[in-house]
């Protein structure tokens, strides 16, 4: 099986602008969630969608939005880029989204 | 408020020694609890967890412990290799749906395992 694929790897933005990071699950996993991870806070949950509805919500402004498509394929957007946005940004699959997360190798956004 | 606790942001350990990696949960609802590796520029594979219904689970050289009325689970490497290196994080999630669902993330120990 495939893993779970991100794109891009890494990724250059300035201030105000807005990106949009993809995810591409394992076959036949339907959850999909995204995480932000920076040096001092870790790991910080920012949604998961499950058959193409978001199920889940972390505490991030509504600049960070996702959606999932039929396929399970997700995007993540964020509007207005902040110089604190820079981090790795993960995206993990799993069947049902309860247990088993695979993550993928994340996209390194970086807001200058 | 951090519900899951990693205290040790580093660890440092001789090869072939045991290297004992802590986590602290406050929320009692949690009855699932995972760790995860992560080398640097990579996502995090999973490693091994635990159900609350159990207090040991092993699977080769790692071993996880969980203590309930502690509120404390601890990751056991037995014996620890170079290759060991890498930042280890601690996850916990309860079982009901809705938010309970979603995984709480320590901020991770970083272990240097010394030839």
């Known amino acids: 099986k495939a893993g779970v694929t991100q794109t891009p790897r890494y990724l250059i933005k300035t201030r105000g602008q807005q990106v949009t990071l993809s995810c591409s699950p394992i076959?036949?996993?339907?959850?999909v969630s995204w995480y932000q991870q920076t040096p001092g806070q870790g790991l910080q949950f920012l949604f998961e969608?499950?058959?193409?509805?978001?199920?889940n919500k972390g505490n991030f402004p509504g600049r960070f939005s996702g959606r999932q498509f039929s396929n399970s394929r997700s995007e993540m957007n964020v509007s207005t880029l902040e110089l604190g946005d820079s981090a790795l940004y993960l995206c993990?699959?799993?069947?049902?989204?309860?247990?088993?997360?695979?993550f993928g190798s994340g996209t390194r956004l970086t807001v200058v | 408020d951090q519900q899951v606790k990693q205290n040790s942001p580093s660890l440092s350990v001789q090869e072939g020694r045991i290297s004992i990696l802590n986590c602290d949960y406050t929320?009692?609802?949690?009855?699932?609890f995972l760790w995860y590796k992560k080398y640097p520029a990579e996502g995090p594979t999973f490693l091994i967890s635990?159900?609350?219904i159990k207090d040991k689970n092993e699977d080769g050289r790692f071993t996880v412990f969980l203590n309930k009325s502690a509120k404390h689970l601890s990751l056991h490497i037995v014996p620890s290799q170079p290759g060991d290196s890498a930042v280890y994080f601690c996850?916990?999630?309860?079982?009901?749906?809705?938010?309970?669902?979603?995984?709480?993330w320590g901020l991770g120990t970083s272990l240097a395992v010394n030839p």
């Open positions: 996850a916990a999630s309860g079982n009901n749906a809705g938010n309970n669902r979603k995984l709480i």
């Open positions: 635990i159900s609350s």
């Open positions: 993990a699959s799993s069947e049902q989204g309860t247990r088993g997360y695979t």
């Open positions: 929320n009692s609802m949690f009855d699932y």
């Open positions: 076959s036949g996993h339907r959850s």
């Open positions: 969608y499950f058959s193409e509805t978001q199920r």
